[in-house]
């Protein structure tokens, strides 16, 4: 089995910065695009960047130039850099990896479109 567990969430005052993480564990081969979601109250969840295997990054642009998405493939982890956090990026933050090769039972599977459980940020004086 894998998991995605995100990490780093918690309280931040507006204009400051916070680093959440997403590792994959499990018996991991390897894992192609990961992204990050948020959801704020409400039913729609919005995707706030991604980032290939090769590191090619994509941001919405209601974080462009404020958050910065990278990702360390030897420890199968992605992380998130948010500075200059403004109220209305509080939201619960969402790790998802496109793709995810594994070891099981001597074969490689893949999972698709597997999601963490959520951090939350909130950003409040």
């Known amino acids: 089995q894998v998991q995605l567990v995100e990490s780093g969430g918690g309280l931040v005052q507006p204009g400051g910065s916070l680093r959440i993480s997403c590792a994959a564990s499990g018996s991991i081969v390897s894992v192609n695009d990961m992204s990050w979601y948020r959801q704020a109250p409400g039913p729609q969840r919005e995707l706030v960047a991604t980032?290939?295997?090769?590191?090619?990054?994509n941001y919405a642009d209601s974080v462009k130039g404020r958050f910065a998405i990278s990702r360390d493939n030897a420890k199968n982890t992605v992380y998130l850099q948010m500075n200059s956090l403004k109220p209305e990026d509080t939201a619960v933050y969402y790790c998802n990896a496109g793709g995810i090769r594994f070891y099981s039972n001597g074969m490689v599977l893949i999972r698709n479109n597997h999601w963490g459980q959520g951090t939350q940020v909130t950003v409040a004086s």
């Open positions: 980032i290939t295997s090769s590191g090619s990054t």
